[in-house]
């Protein structure tokens, strides 16, 4: 059972371009989280989705960050404009509607903007 | 708001010795679930140990076991007989329910030496 797919592994972006990193949940999961690690730092909750629907997206930043989980296809995280100060790496995880409160987590996407 | 606190930012241990990382917690619901995570250089997220709030006996998986004090909100892992591959980022973890998002705390790393 593949676990949560994650892609670009890396991705490097110049200042005011677009940045789309994808996530597929584990089969079965219909619920996806994106969190931001900083450098030395812990993870910061971004978005939690459900197909279709944004359910909490309180840690999002107001401008230039987007998310979705459509019907079909993966999870994206999109990130216009981009700064260097949105270097940093980008984890999404899943869980199923009901289980054991624990989410999977991908191996997560490193963006690096020059 | 929840809050969780990890007030060892580096912790070390020599080989086979046994170690406890801290955990403090703030809330007040009733309901929630607590996680240890590492993640080792490669960066993926791993889950150590889960707790339900409403079980009163401590969690223990091998060589990782917790004390989970409810009253006092605190969820400190012990690693026994601690081993080179345990080196990593060890952060501890919040959930609310069944569902919702992980609240981190900034982590605690830990050296092993041989």
């Known amino acids: 059972n593949a676990g949560v797919m994650q892609n670009p592994r890396h991705l490097v972006r110049r200042r005011g371009q677009e940045a789309r990193l994808r996530c597929s949940p584990m089969?079965?999961?219909?619920?996806v989280y994106w969190y931001r690690q900083l450098p030395e730092e812990g993870l910061k909750f971004m978005v939690y989705?459900?197909?279709?629907?944004?359910?909490?997206e309180s840690g999002m930043p107001k401008e230039r960050f987007s998310a979705e989980f459509p019907k079909e296809g993966p999870s994206i995280l999109r990130i216009q404009q981009v700064v260097r100060g949105d270097s940093a790496a980008y984890f999404c995880?899943?869980?199923?509607?009901?289980?054991?409160?624990?989410?999977?987590f991908g191996e997560g996407s490193r963006l690096t903007v020059l | 708001a929840q809050t969780v606190t990890q007030s060892q930012p580096e912790m070390s241990v020599q080989e086979a010795e046994t170690v406890t990382l801290s955990c403090t917690y703030d809330t007040s619901e009733s309901d929630y679930y607590l996680f240890w995570y590492k993640q080792p250089p490669s960066r993926q997220m791993i889950l150590v140990i889960r707790?339900?709030?409403?079980?009163?006996q401590n969690a223990t998986e091998n060589r990782f076991s917790v004390n989970f004090q409810k009253a006092a909100k605190s969820f400190s892992l012990k690693i026994s007989d601690s081993q080179l591959g345990d080196a990593a980022m060890y952060f501890c973890?919040?959930?609310?329910?069944?569902?919702?998002?992980?609240?981190f705390g900034k982590g605690t790393k830990l050296s092993v030496k041989p």
């Open positions: 973890a919040y959930r609310r329910g069944s569902q919702g998002n992980l609240i």
């Open positions: 995880a899943s869980s199923p509607r009901t289980g054991t409160g624990e989410l999977f």
């Open positions: 089969k079965g999961h219909s619920h």
């Open positions: 989705l459900q197909k279709e629907n944004i359910i909490d």
């Open positions: 707790q339900e709030a409403y079980k009163q």
